[in-house]
């Protein structure tokens, strides 16, 4: 079973930039296309982006697009969101996810979750 832990979330003041990675255990993290999801205070757990497992396909909900992008190094067995131009409405709770593909993780098909990482961006 594949274990995710994300790092890197923090306070950034609007405007500013942020990198999650999400580190993965065991060796099938090649196998999985990997999500990252959020959750603010009071409100459902929403997707953000997904990318397959060669990098190939990618899919970011509306409000990151141009914004926010994901990628991921398969040899390191991690992932990544790199998140630029940060918003208030950015604040949440970040979680990385694995599933089959890119269109299961928008759907919230998710195999496995992480255990998230706080992103606050300040106005």
């Known amino acids: 079973q594949v274990q995710l832990v994300e790092s890197g979330g923090g306070l950034v003041q609007a405007g500013g930039s942020l990198r999650l990675s999400c580190a993965a255990s065991?060796?099938?993290?090649?196998?999985?296309?990997l999500g990252w999801f959020r959750q603010a205070p009071g409100k459902e757990r929403e997707f953000v982006a997904a990318?397959?497992?060669?990098?190939?396909?990618?899919s970011y909900t509306d409000s990151v697009k141009g914004r926010f992008t994901i990628s991921r190094v398969n040899a390191k067995n991690t992932g990544y969101l790199q998140m630029n131009s940060l918003k208030p409405e950015d604040t949440a709770t970040y979680y990385c996810?694995?599933?089959?593909?890119?269109?299961?993780?928008?759907?919230?098909?998710?195999?496995?979750w992480g255990q998230g990482t706080l992103v606050t961006v300040s106005s």
């Open positions: 990318i397959s497992r060669s990098s190939s396909t990618i």
């Open positions: 996810a694995m599933g089959s593909a890119v269109a299961s993780l928008a759907n919230r098909n998710v195999d496995v």
């Open positions: 065991g060796r099938t993290f090649s196998l999985y296309a």
